[in-house]
């Protein structure tokens, strides 16, 4: 048996993935033996970066023995588990998630909950008329970043990212309760005037676009945002010795935002801002 | 942690010596060991931490709320983000994040199912009319004195105006089949020597002679299981925290009882807070925890005063600290209040409460018994449940197995309450009908229409359901749950639909709204009910299998009880006909 890290350990643990046996390392999660077993899993709150909120519930499977469904982004595995990725109560409950999600929160931009969405023939129209949705204004409040709360699907993961899991700024929150819960700085002040640092980790792990690169916030304004023509270049940022990777995403010759790989063993996908937005003012 | 940043607002002085009423300056600097092991226990990297709830009840209490100067300066002393401490200060119904304008009373007025019975909004207009500020609340817990009243003071104590005015007498006074509720209404609650007098401290005394070992096993013969709504066997669960290697583990008191219809807790702790603290000891003995924890609802001002009194008392006199009873083992009890959040009863909201986290549930496993507050194993009970330990300890497993059931041995508490003619609390062995029960309670006002068993989070059942036996495999057997012990009673006058948009509501109002399927569903589910209601006609056939398909996600795929039980409710008054009948 490989582990991940390509070490031949003894403790692995076998267990069945829709009547197919895999073997993976001992702590490795139901996800991660999907993943082995080549069965795709839909996740939302789930990033490789990221300790597992499991608050989505996207990616439940049936365990035999279990009452209710379990999340597979977090569960550990036991030996002689039995798994069932697509049972009709897994269809069921995953569609009614993504259905959940689209009928209150503006998916437009979510293109992989989308496609999820789809997959599982989720209907977000047979609801109430009228119904709640997160309704916010778009918060722009200064250059680098714009947060548009309309998308959020309260995924946790940009408070973990500014928080435990990455930069430690803790400048986020979820703050109320209920359908009524946002992510907020304390008492909703502008981000300029909270403890942002602006290294820009949450908006590089947000799923639905919530968070935005100011430049492309206003390229869609514009109605000219093409991903399709843009080209995304690979660079070491020059600014310190760290040497954190970036991606220069370019469109019509202007870089219009910047990303760093997941699996770089230095940054796993962060910056700080110099990295992050210093293009803006070269 | 790195270092944190504030904003520019600065505490004024009020606000400081709110903070400092909680933990001063000198405390802040250094993570004090004090003689109490349970500040804190062992948890260093979250310092502090812990005392946030705390520090925020006190600015709510001598400012009114909450302002961004307080909660600076509350987050500058326990070293905790600002964004964080605004998303607890925000997650809980009693605490303010806007200025309210005045320093007046806010008189909380319960809209749930007993007090809408009992003129409720007769109440609200009446107190309107005074000029008093009202705002609606959840069950408040005293459902056999409906309707019900919470007092939050600014600078004045929170109150509950009918505690001044009861001249409280058990329905089953003087009865000798009463267990848990033996002493109450007969011993002093404010008296240790009076607790001793009838019977106190015989039980401890009893379980030090045993030894853990033994009163675990006791426990275990004696069938007991959980009182709080998941009917878990308390035998079982001690053994676990008993077998977990390490120094440091905790017992729990869950007093939050927030489940609409009941009020067992508030009872026993407000008339015989002794037999909390001498169980929790005695729970602490056999599962080697030397950490007591008491959380109770914040609206419970009357049990709060009367547990701290008891603890106070209880330490003075060696029960409580370095050799709690004599028994050679350290026992302490700290006492917590919530804050309005019924989700905080669920046991890892609670350590997440107690931690100065958002009261979100954790998911499970890793169970409490071996992570559970400040990841450390814990077990937690309800008081009741707690209660009967002292029985078995002092009688042993074979007599507090004498009564009830093969299955379901012992005795339950019920609180009664609606259309019943003498509402209250009341204790009989299990396997009793529910027809025995409710005519123990004066029998049916008006002609019966339905009874709720196990609160919101339970099921409604029909008149058809009178003979049934009170036990939990009889219950579960019908599709229904003894849960808390809730029996609300509705005659036919009774408007079902307002009843079940109020149950909807009251889910959508308290899911903490961490996962998908509850704080959507929740809040789509009352959204249904509510068209329904408006439409004045049947359930069509789209929004029934609307309903059901919520339902099935909410138990399904939700992380915690409250959304698994979400929709029980609302399907029972479906099936039974009480809601969206065709006419
Ligand atoms: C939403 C929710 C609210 C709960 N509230 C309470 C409560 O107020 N008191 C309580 O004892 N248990 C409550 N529980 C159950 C606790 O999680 C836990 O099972 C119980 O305290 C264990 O004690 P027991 O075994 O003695 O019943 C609640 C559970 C859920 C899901
Ligand atoms: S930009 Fe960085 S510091 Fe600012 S909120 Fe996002 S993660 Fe936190
Ligand atoms: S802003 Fe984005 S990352 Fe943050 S919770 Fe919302 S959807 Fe998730
Ligand atoms: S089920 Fe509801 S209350 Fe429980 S964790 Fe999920 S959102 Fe919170
Ligand atoms: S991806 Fe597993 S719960 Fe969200
Ligand atoms: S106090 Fe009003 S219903 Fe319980």
């Known amino acids: 048996m490989i582990t991940t890290s390509g070490v031949a350990t003894e403790s692995a643990v076998t267990i069945r993935v829709d009547g197919k046996e895999v073997a993976v390392p001992e702590g490795a999660t139901i996800l991660d033996a999907c993943d082995a077993a080549g069965v795709q899993t839909p996740a939302i709150c789930y990033g490789p970066t990221l300790t597992p909120v499991n608050v989505c519930r996207v990616c439940v499977v049936e365990l035999e023995g279990s009452r209710a469904l379990v999340p597979s982004c977090s569960r550990a595995v036991e030996d002689a588990m039995a798994i069932h990725t697509d049972s009709e109560r897994v269809r069921h409950s995953r569609k009614m998630v993504l259905e959940f999600l689209a009928s209150g929160v503006d ?25 709640a949705t997160m309704d916010e204004p778009v918060r722009v409040q200064d250059n680098l970043y714009i947060r548009d709360y309309d998308k959020c699907v309260l995924c946790y993961r940009c408070v973990e990212a500014c928080g435990d899991d990455a930069q430690h700024t803790y400048a986020i929150s979820v703050a109320g309760r209920g359908f009524g819960a946002r992510i907020s700085t304390e008492f909703d002040a502008p981000l300029p005037d909270s403890a942002c640092v602006y290294c820009g980790n949450c908006v590089a792990v947000c799923p639905t676009n919530a968070l935005q690169f100011k430049t492309e916030f206003d390229l869609r304004q514009a109605d000219s945002w093409r991903p399709e ?54 | 942690m790195a270092d944190l940043r504030f904003g520019d607002e600065q505490p004024n002085d009020a606000e400081l010596a709110a903070i400092g009423t909680i933990v001063s300056e000198a405390d802040a600097a250094t993570v004090v060991e ?30 009114g709320w909450i302002s961004p100067g307080g909660l600076n300066g509350a987050a500058k002393r326990l070293g905790v983000p ?51 500020k009202v705002c609606e609340s959840p069950c408040l817990g005293q459902c056999e ?28 006074a003087g009865d000798s089949g009463l267990r848990v509720l033996r002493r109450v209404g007969v011993v002093d609650p404010a008296s240790l020597d009076s607790y001793r007098d009838h019977g106190g401290y015989q039980a401890l005394a009893a379980a030090i002679e045993m030894g853990a070992e033994a009163v675990i096993d006791a426990v275990r013969d004696s069938g007991l299981s959980g009182r709080g709504g998941a009917a878990f066997p308390t035998g079982a669960k001690w053994r676990a925290v008993a077998d977990e290697p390490g120094p440091h583990k905790h017992v729990v008191a869950n007093c939050d009882e927030s489940e609409p219809g009941t009020f067992k807790d508030r009872v026993i702790c407000e008339r015989d807070p002794f037999a909390v603290i001498e169980s929790m000891t005695i729970a602490g003995l056999a599962t080697g925890a030397a950490c007591g924890w008491i959380y109770i609802r914040g609206e419970y001002p009357r049990a709060t005063r009367r547990l701290e009194g008891a603890i106070a008392q209880a330490r003075a006199a060696g029960l409580l600290g370095r050799d709690a009873a004599g028994s050679g083992q350290r026992f302490d009890i700290e006492l917590r209040r919530g804050a309005g959040a019924y989700i905080c009863g669920e046991e ?21 018994t071996t992570r559970g507050l400040f990841n450390q194993p814990t077990a937690v009970n309800n008081p009741e449940t707690l209660l009967n330990v002292l029985h078995i300890a002092t009688h042993g497993p074979d007599a507090y197995r004498s009564v009830g059931t093969e299955r379901s041995p012992g005795t339950r508490l019920f609180c009664l309450s609606g259309r019943v003619a003498a509402p209250g609390l009341y204790e009989v062995p299990f396997g009793t009908t529910l027809g025995d029960l409710i005519d123990l309670a004066g029998g049916p006002l008006g002609s019966l229409a339905a009874v709720l068993l196990g609160g919101a989070a339970g099921a409604f059942v029909g008149p058809d359901a009178l003979s049934m036996p009170l036990t939990l495999e009889d219950a579960r057997e019908a599709g229904a749950t003894l849960g808390s012990g809730v029996v609300t009673v509705f005659d036919d006058t009774a408007d079902m639909e307002s009843v079940v948009v109020r149950i909807a509501e009251f889910f959508r109002d308290e899911s903490c709204g961490q996962c998908v399927p509850c704080r959507v569903g929740t809040q789509r589910q009352h959204e249904v009910l509510v068209e329904l209601q408006a439409s004045g006609g049947p359930l069509a056939p789209q929004r029934a299998e609307l309903i059901d398909d919520m339902a099935r996600a909410m138990a399904d795929a939700s992380i915690c009880g409250l959304g698994h039980t979400a929709s029980s409710a609302v399907r029972s008054a479906v099936a039974l006909g009480l809601i969206g009948k065709s006419p």
């Open chain 2, 348 to 368: 890892t909201a609670l350590f997440n409460s107690i931690e100065g986290f958002r009261g979100e549930p954790r998911n499970k496993p890793p169970f409490p």
């Open chain 2, 34 to 63: 004090t003689e109490r092991v349970v500040r804190g226990g062992t948890a260093r990297r979250r310092g502090l931490r812990h005392l946030l709830l705390p520090v925020l009840h006190s600015l709510q209490h001598e400012i």
């Open chain 2, 145 to 172: 004195r409906a309707p019900a009243l919470f007092v939050q003071g600014a600078g004045r104590p929170d109150r509950v105006p009918a505690d001044d005015e009861e001249d409280f007498r058990l329905p089953q």
């Open chain 2, 82 to 132: 600002p964004a964080e401490a605004y998303g607890v200060a925000t997650f809980y119904e009693l605490l303010r994040t806007t200025d309210p304008g005045h320093r007046d009373d806010i008189v909380h007025l319960c809209v749930d199912p007993a007090c809408a019975l009992a003129g409720n909004e007769e109440l609200r207009s009446s107190l309107e009319a005074r000029g008093a």
């Open chain 1, 229 to 282: 023509d843009q080209t995304v270049t690979r660079t070491v940022c020059s600014y310190c010795g760290v040497g954190c990777n970036l991606e220069l995403h370019v469109q019509d010759n202007q870089i219009v935002k910047c990303t760093s790989p997941d699996d770089h063993d230095v940054t796993r996908g962060n910056l700080c801002i110099k990295g992050r937005f210093g293009w803006n003012y070269v």
């Open chain 1, 107 to 131: 998916v437009s931009q979510a293109d992989e909950l989308r496609q999820w969405a789809e997959h599982y023939g989720a209907d977000p129209d047979r609801y109430v008329p009228g119904g």
